[in-house]
């Protein structure tokens, strides 16, 4: 095979759902082309640009002149993603002096269950803050919701399963008018809301057990799928919690890889989120993405039997003590 040494190769965005102002990782392999790249200001990156379509992922707080990135091998680099238009399909793309990298998409595309929607990249809108957290059961409140990707409008809103009526909107905001609801909300419940997981950052200072995972007051981050950032420090873990929700009825079966050890827990009940089952427990480092390979480690569950559209309480957990550390898990529909 013919290998261009001087056309770097795109693999894919990590995660492929951004928001505005969300952290991503682009998985790239430079090839030789880092050997050509010499006396570099210190304004400069080695690489010129990457973008999700038109907009720049700003490298800013992670690329200097002086990094290196080896080629021949999948790297990657962490960026910051701008200000985009929410669009369900965006393409990536990376620059470099010698030419546009090639986009390998048999790693980048991703496409839904029924192969009708496939993106390299999707923009989705994000909500940081919300005017007020408590209502009537009269409604009429108006309520103004603060984020970013409201500006091209098509907004449907709902609080607590009831119409909020749009009154106007920008592109950092949106305001509505909450509709009457029939009884109190349930509290301290968990409910299955939007798309991601809540992604508990824990940090210590000696080294971490699963206990510490428990711990209060430990910073929460909203992930787009379920993969921790990769190599994010020393001495850490992460929780990671949310809902399956199941796009066909169908046997599924979890993967899950990471160093240095990690735990996959599932309620097979969709009504019983507290009670989890422990599917994956591997407590050996592995490759990022490796779940082939290490057939003594617990990486592959067990087929189970899942209901369309039912909601399955999902928890990852995950300990780093030093060195690299990342966190995967993917699933697999028979
Ligand atoms: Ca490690």
Not at 165 to 182: G, I, K, L, N
């Amino acid at each position: 095979m013919y290998i261009r040494a001087y056309t770097p190769t795109v693999h894919y965005l990590s995660p492929p759902v951004v928001y505005h102002e969300a952290l991503a990782e682009l998985w790239f392999d430079p090839k030789s082309t880092m050997n050509l790249i010499t006396g570099l200001s210190t304004d400069e990156m080695p690489f010129i640009n990457a973008r999700i379509q038109g907009a720049l992922i700003d490298f800013e707080d992670h690329v200097e002149s002086t990094t290196h990135f080896s080629g021949w091998r999948k790297t990657r680099v962490r960026g910051q993603v701008g200000e985009l238009p929410i669009a369900s399909n965006h393409s990536l793309s990376m620059q470099w002096e010698t030419g546009k990298a090639v986009v390998l998409d048999h790693y980048a595309l991703h496409c839904n269950v029924a192969n009708t929607s496939c993106y390299e990249a999707r923009t989705v809108p994000v909500i940081f803050n919300v005017s007020s957290n408590t209502g009537y059961t009269s409604g009429g409140q108006n309520l103004t919701v603060y984020g970013h990707g409201f500006g091209q409008g098509n907004i449907t809103a709902t609080v607590d399963g009831v119409n909020c009526t749009v009154t106007q909107h920008q592109e950092r905001s949106f305001s509505c008018e909450v509709a009457p609801r029939s009884a109190v909300s349930v509290d301290n419940v968990a409910q299955p809301g939007s798309h991601g997981l809540r992604r508990k950052d824990v940090r210590k200072s000696g080294w971490p057990a699963w206990s510490h995972l428990d711990e209060a007051g430990h910073s929460e981050h909203l992930s787009m799928h379920f993969e921790a950032p990769y190599s994010n420090g020393d001495k850490l873990g992460n929780v990671m919690s949310g809902f399956f929700v199941a796009p066909k009825t169908a046997r599924y079966r979890f993967y899950m890889s990471c160093n240095d050890k990690c735990i996959l827990k599932l309620a097979f009940d969709s009504t019983l989120p507290d009670q989890k089952t422990e599917l994956l427990s591997n407590h050996h480092a592995t490759g990022y993405r490796a779940y082939f390979g290490s057939h003594h480690y617990n990486l592959i569950s067990q087929w189970v039997n899942l209901t369309e559209g039912e909601a399955y309480a999902i928890e990852g957990r995950h300990l780093e003590y030093n060195g690299a550390d990342h966190f995967t898990v993917s699933v697999e529909i028979e």
